[in-house]
């Protein structure tokens, strides 16, 4: 299987099975000279690793992280990377193979059974193999090192939908989005998600989420036109995660409801003689390229597949069959996707900043 690679300076490979002795990613093109820890990049692992709350997978996984090459151990236990091949370490711990033995054969329905076997011919059933959101913890420490490509970058996300259930956003707090399960930025809507999913999670059901990343501190000019668009790359890296179904920037699908002088981001001087946006519809880019405002993504995730009703499908032999997934499942992936989001959208950032240094020769 090829096309396990994304980013051009920046460039991050993936490798790595759901239920294989370890996981892991190598970075390729981070500069040399960046301090960096394994606590640090643990720290985002632990926001997207299992079994933290009964609103996701019960699979207990410690994530922890190994800096196998690509940097330099100093005296108090971090690193500096050296300019090459930076390789991480993610080891599985605990795989339970055998709750898919029924599914050997068995199609899931909005699985990528199907597909990956009428594309290889082969599919490792066992969580899903290359296709479980088991490969995206590698991401996210490949994300911890991305953040620190862009000085004075920041990259937080949020939950702002779990089904029919928005956030209020005038009630929007950033500090809150640690302090509960869900990476809410509104603390009353944490009590209705919580019945909610309860609800979904007794029933053996599932259900989608909207998920906001918001990067600040990224300088204007980073991006380029046409084929090089920085919203583009964000947009599929975003895409690329698991269960990932629509991204939109900034207003996104929005502005179609609304005139031009609404979507307009209207300019002024600043006191330091830099412009001002008078709103961020554009979700800080215009033309593929930054333009100094805060970057607005955001990405729509499908129910979890992997349901326990059961669900007409079809075996590999061609015949009819039900099919009930067992094992341990997130009733909404979309909380650990927070961090993931996160990690894509650092990582793209990052890369493009890279060329745009190589392009232009700015180093602010």
Same mark, same amino acid.
């Given at each position: ?11 991050v ?11 892991g ?12 820890s394994?606590?640090?990049?643990q ?8 079994g ?7 699979r ?7 800096v ?5 151990p ?12 930076i ?8 795989q339970?193979?055998?709750?898919y ?5 068995r ?14 011919g ?10 479980s959101?088991? *490969?995206? @913890?590698?991401?996210?420490?490949? &994300?911890?090192?991305?953040?620190? !490509? ?6 937080r /996300?949020a ?7 928005p ?12 302090k509960?399960?869900?990476f809410?930025?509104d603390?009353e809507?944490v ?9 979904i ?17 990224v300088?204007?000019?980073i ?22 179904k ?15 002088? *609404?979507? @307009?981001?209207?300019?002024r001087? &600043?006191?330091?003689?830099?412009? !001002?946006?008078?709103s961020?519809?554009?979700? /800080? ?5 930054s333009?100094?405002?805060p970057?607005?993504a ?10 326990l ?9 061609g ?13 909404c992936?979309?909380?650990?996707a927070v961090?993931?989001g ?8 990052a ?5 745009d240094?190589?392009q232009?020769?700015?180093?602010d």
């Amino acid at each position: 299987m090829s096309h396990n690679t994304f980013g051009h300076l920046f460039r991050v490979t993936t490798w790595g099975e759901s239920h294989g002795p370890a996981i892991g990613c190598v970075i390729d093109g981070c500069p040399p000279g960046i301090a960096f820890s394994e606590a640090e990049l643990q720290a985002f692992l632990d926001k997207r690793k299992p079994g933290q709350s009964r609103f996701v997978t019960q699979r207990r996984e410690a994530d922890a992280v190994r800096v196998l090459s690509g940097a330099m151990p100093q005296d108090d236990g971090s690193f500096i990377s050296t300019g090459t091949p930076i390789s991480l370490m993610i080891e599985n711990t605990d795989q339970r193979s055998k709750d898919y033995s029924d599914i050997a054969k068995r199609y899931r329905p909005a699985h990528a059974d199907y597909t990956y076997d009428v594309k290889y011919g082969i599919r490792d059933y066992r969580g899903g193999g290359r296709s479980s959101a088991r *490969e995206t @913890a590698t991401r996210v420490a490949a &994300g911890g090192l991305a953040r620190k !490509v862009v000085p004075g970058m920041t990259v937080r /996300g949020a939950l702002v939908r779990i089904g029919k259930h928005p956030i209020d956003r005038s009630r929007w707090d950033w500090d809150q989005v640690d302090k509960n399960p869900f990476f809410a930025p509104d603390p009353e809507i944490v009590p209705v998600w919580e019945d909610y999913l309860d609800e979904i999670r007794k029933a053996g059901s599932s259900v989608g989420a909207v998920i906001e990343i918001v990067a600040e501190g990224v300088p204007a000019g980073i991006g380029a036109p046409i084929y090089a668009k920085l919203d583009q790359d964000i947009a599929s890296g975003l895409m690329s995660i698991n269960a990932v179904k629509g991204v939109e920037i900034g207003n996104g699908f929005q502005s179609a409801e609304i005139t031009g002088e *609404e979507n @307009a981001d209207e300019m002024r001087m &600043g006191p330091d003689g830099k412009p !001002v946006f008078l709103s961020n519809n554009a979700g /800080g880019i215009l033309g593929g390229i930054s333009n100094g405002e805060p970057i607005v993504a955001r990405f729509a995730v499908k129910p979890t597949s992997s349901i326990l009703t059961e669900r007409q499908s079809i075996d590999s032999d061609g015949n009819e069959v039900m099919v009930r997934t067992k094992g341990r499942h997130d009733p909404c992936v979309g909380i650990r996707a927070v961090p993931i989001g996160e990690a894509m959208v650092a990582c793209a950032i990052a890369d493009h900043y890279l060329r745009d240094r190589g392009q232009t020769g700015r180093l602010d």
